[in-house]
């Protein structure tokens, strides 16, 4: 709970995955994928209830190993390739209500990022807290310092280089001059319950960005990003000393 508002933390893990089959309970640093969103908000000081939505009974039971419950399968229909995360979050939402529970807040912890901490989350819940005047959602969010659009190039049917914007290579900003930009990277969704409902997603005119460091925003789309997160976990420690 914070400042009065209790907060419920959905975790989504269907059975179904093209890229990398069963990867919602594919082993990452000894526990399954799915762990570790839970094990975040559970790690919260603020998370007043962690559930697990699925379709399938053994990811529940998964779940449930790692501590949080679940009350409820999710319906097939909200666990296809073409089922939005908001989707799957109002049912929750919807069905918890009709057993006489309701949450100030919720919180979307996605399997995919499994690098995002209780910390992060209580974090982004104290900056949405302070800033009720302008918002009612954050979202986690990450520089672009990489690949930041003014140096994207396209090639030619002759497969020629040029630059995706006008102008010629020489014309290109140095990395320091470019402005600042920022990707949505999934990193976690939280937002005021009732404006979620009433704006039927968690990206609005009223949503604030948590910015994340960029070893926290990698996301586990096939194995290579299993292979890359494996790495920071075991040399979280380092990282971690280089940023301080």
């Given at each position: 709970m914070i400042e009065?508002?209790s907060?419920?933390?959905?975790?989504?893990?269907?059975?179904?995955?093209?890229?990398?089959?069963l990867?919602n309970?594919?082993?990452?640093?000894?526990?399954?994928l799915?762990?570790w969103p839970?094990?975040a908000?559970?790690?919260?000081?603020?998370?007043?209830?962690?559930?697990?939505?699925?379709?399938?009974?053994?990811?529940?039971?998964?779940?449930?190993e790692?501590?949080?419950?679940?009350?409820?399968?999710?319906?097939?229909?909200?666990?296809?390739?073409?089922?939005?995360s908001?989707?799957?979050?109002l049912?929750?939402?919807?069905?918890?209500?009709?057993?006489?529970?309701?949450?100030?807040?919720?919180?979307l912890?996605e399997?995919?990022?499994?690098?995002?901490?209780?910390?992060?989350?209580d974090g982004?819940?104290?900056?949405l807290?302070?800033?009720?005047?302008?918002?009612?959602a954050?979202?986690g969010?990450s520089?672009?310092?990489?690949a930041?659009?003014?140096?994207?190039?396209?090639i030619t049917?002759?497969?020629?280089?040029?630059?995706?914007?006008?102008?010629?290579?020489?014309?290109?900003?140095r990395?320091?001059?470019?402005?600042?930009?920022?990707?949505?990277?999934g990193s976690l969704?939280?937002?005021d319950?009732?404006?979620?409902i009433?704006?039927?997603?968690?990206?609005?005119d009223?949503?604030?960005?948590?910015?994340?460091p960029?070893?926290?925003?990698?996301?586990?789309?096939?194995?290579?990003?299993?292979?890359?997160i494996e790495?920071?976990?075991?040399?979280r420690?380092?990282?971690?000393?280089?940023?301080?």
């Open positions: 009065g508002k907060v419920v933390a959905i975790v989504p893990a269907r059975r179904g995955s093209k890229g990398l089959p990867k309970i594919r082993p990452l640093g000894g526990k399954p799915l762990a839970i094990a908000a559970k790690a919260s000081r603020y998370v007043d209830r962690v559930i697990i939505s699925t379709d399938c009974p053994e990811f529940a039971a998964i779940g449930v790692a501590g949080a419950d679940a009350p409820f399968l999710r319906p097939r229909e909200l666990a296809t390739d073409t089922a939005t908001v989707s799957l979050v049912h929750a939402l919807e069905t918890l209500a009709a057993a006489g529970e309701s949450y100030g807040y919720v919180v912890l399997p995919t990022s499994p690098l995002t901490e209780g910390d992060d989350v982004a819940l104290e900056t807290g302070c800033q009720r005047g302008v918002a009612d954050i979202v969010v520089s672009l310092a990489a930041h659009p003014a140096f994207a190039v396209r049917g002759a497969g020629l280089l040029r630059p995706l914007t006008d102008g010629t290579f020489q014309a290109l900003p990395r320091q001059d470019v402005e600042n930009l920022y990707a949505l990277d969704y939280i937002s319950t009732k404006a979620l009433q704006k039927n997603s968690f990206y609005h009223r949503t604030l960005a948590f910015v994340t960029r070893w926290k925003a990698f996301e586990v789309d096939d194995l290579v990003d299993f292979i890359c790495a920071i976990i075991a040399n420690n380092r990282i971690m000393l280089a940023e301080a």
